[in-house]
């Protein structure tokens, strides 16, 4: 939905010496600032490092931007980064941002990132503002796109979390997370008649709330959160909600972020990334809106091949694998070539019975070479017709 992401809670930097080697020289790079700083000196524009910004400087940073995704179709965005650091930390992160999509999609957000001194806390929120109707098919991957409702509702999100360091890769820590949505409507497809999601009832009208406490183990071992050399990266994150905290039900959702980076071959700078997001919700039945679904992954990125919220479960299982590479020397363009699966359980038995896959290619555009930051533009296919453009500030994952 949204064209930026929020880095990673591990320190983003250039490269280690190992990656450096594998990479030109910065000098022997180019990068979309590059190009533009030549063609438009008048601008006066600069490209640096935000990775490595100064004790006691603070950065800021307004860009509009265009994008387009199945969900929303063409959208507009004004994009923010306010980056500071503390001494002997990482740099802090708040990156707030206003879009309007063709479908009449209003949404604020405000992601923070932010480090202590020395690292010993991290300070990770995610709060959001949403009148967000979109398309719905119902439970499972068995739904077929004829299935397609509409759901309208507006959303509140409040996400904090408290992080402690345990050793330099390794954090855990408490928050809170509440989802509030209300004026909820399901709609069919092609009127604003009241229509029925077959086999749930729970918070598909009217209004719902989940409210929990969040409990987080991170391992992330990346060097740069933005585009990834060789790492390991694993976040368990459990959620108990609460009805004496205001949820309507009371029910626990789990979910286990896993990724892995590699060169491949193993000489070269190409790089294959795996990935693997697995939920689950144990308890009563949680409203229909915070069940998990097609790019319902904290930057809603996942499911490229498919329109955010295809499908949707109690349970929901999802891989990727990339493929990364080089297209020009100057390392101005590269390229992807992708493939993902996913499984939502079924509303009935809660099991997994159909799987459903998606492959696609495309193309990166280098717009800060000292941190390689990508402008992502790929196209992917799914089953029964699904394909489209998917549109990112970043690498997806």
Excluded at 27 to 46: E, F, M, T, Y
Excluded at 194 to 210: D, H, W
Aim: charged residues 20%; aromatic residues 12%.
């Amino acid at each position: 939905m949204c064209l930026a992401a929020l880095p990673g809670q591990a320190q983003m930097a250039q490269s280690d010496t190992l990656s450096a080697s594998r990479h030109p020289p910065l000098s022997q790079q180019k990068d979309l600032l590059d190009i533009a700083r030549k063609a438009l000196p008048w601008l006066h524009l600069k490209n640096e490092d935000t990775t490595l910004l100064p004790v006691g400087r603070t950065f800021l940073w307004v860009v509009p931007e265009l994008g387009y995704s199945l969900q929303t179709r063409l959208l507009g965005q004004i994009q923010g980064e306010i980056a500071y650091r503390r001494p002997g930390a990482n740099v802090s992160i708040i990156l707030p941002e206003v879009a309007y999509s063709q479908n009449k999609q209003l949404f604020f957000a405000v992601k923070l990132n932010a480090w202590t001194r020395n690292n010993r806390v991290n300070w990770v929120g995610d709060f959001r503002l949403y009148h967000f109707p979109q398309a719905t098919f119902g439970l499972g991957t068995a739904t077929l796109p004829q299935d397609e409702l509409r759901i309208d509702f507006s959303y509140l999100r409040i996400y904090q979390s408290v992080l402690l360091r345990i050793n330099p890769k390794l954090y855990a820590g408490l928050g809170y997370n509440l989802d509030l949505h209300w004026n909820i409507r399901t709609l069919g497809k092609d009127d604003n008649s009241p229509a029925t999601i077959v086999n749930y009832r729970e918070g598909v009208l009217g209004r719902s709330v989940s409210s929990g406490i969040a409990l987080n183990l991170l391992y992330d071992g990346r060097l740069n959160s933005i585009n990834s050399d060789p790492a390991f990266y694993a976040h368990l994150f459990v959620r108990p909600n609460f009805r004496v905290l205001g949820s309507d039900k009371t029910y626990q959702s789990l979910s286990l972020d896993v990724r892995k980076y590699l060169y491949f071959p193993a000489r070269s700078a190409n790089i294959l990334a795996l990935w693997s997001y697995d939920a689950f919700t144990l308890g009563d039945d949680a409203p229909y809106l915070d069940l998990h679904a097609t790019g319902g992954d904290t930057y809603e990125n996942s499911g490229r091949g498919y329109i955010q919220g295809r499908f949707r479960g109690r349970n929901f299982l999802y891989q990727e694998l990339e493929y990364r590479f080089p297209l020009t020397r100057n390392r101005l363009v590269g390229g992807v070539a992708f493939a993902n699966n996913q499984l939502a359980s079924e509303p009935l038995t809660n099991r997994f019975i159909k799987a459903v896959p998606a492959v696609g290619a495309g193309l990166r555009f280098t717009t800060n070479k000292h941190i390689r930051l990508n402008i992502a533009v790929d196209y992917a296919v799914g089953l029964n017709g699904s394909h489209g453009f998917f549109f990112n500030f970043g690498e997806f994952f």
